[in-house]
């Protein structure tokens, strides 16, 4: 894992519902010096979001209380900066049909588990360094869809 530079703090909102997996993705993501916040499951996911200013979300696809597109489509109608905030979905299901519903949903990237840390990296800070405008499936620009399997 490459040390990360100093920036002012942005907030990563991860939604896993496998304790050991969201405190893994956590302590990473710590590493590289963002602010974590963490829910188990959509309902939570939606309950921070909006209260908190979330920067990038992470999300599974499989979540207990309902899918991890619903919880995208649910965050991406919540309020504006949500519109606009990259989303990444993690999962361990493969097939053309979940990165179909994944970009319907308003997803920016998609990311096969168990991630690479090093593709993950790359790709959060690619995404963040990128206008807000441009991750918003409501604006005239298309999501903008990366698949790492």
Known sequence: MRTQRSRTQQTVLVIEDYADSREMLRLLLESLDYRVITAKDGNEALAVASDEHIDLVLTDLGLPDM???????????????????????????????????????????????????????????????????????????????????
């Open 67 to 149: 899918s991890g597109v619903t919880v995208v489509r649910l965050l991406r109608k919540l309020n504006d900066h949500l519109r606009r905030v990259p989303i990444i979905m993690l999962t361990a299901f493969d097939g053309n049909e979940y990165y179909r519903s994944a970009v319907q949903a308003g997803c920016t990237a998609f990311l096969k588990k168990p991630p690479d840390f090093d593709k993950l990296q790359d790709m959060i800070e690619r995404l963040l360094r990128q206008p807000l405008n441009e991750h918003s499936r409501f604006s005239r620009n298309s999501p903008i869809l990366t698949v790492v399997r």
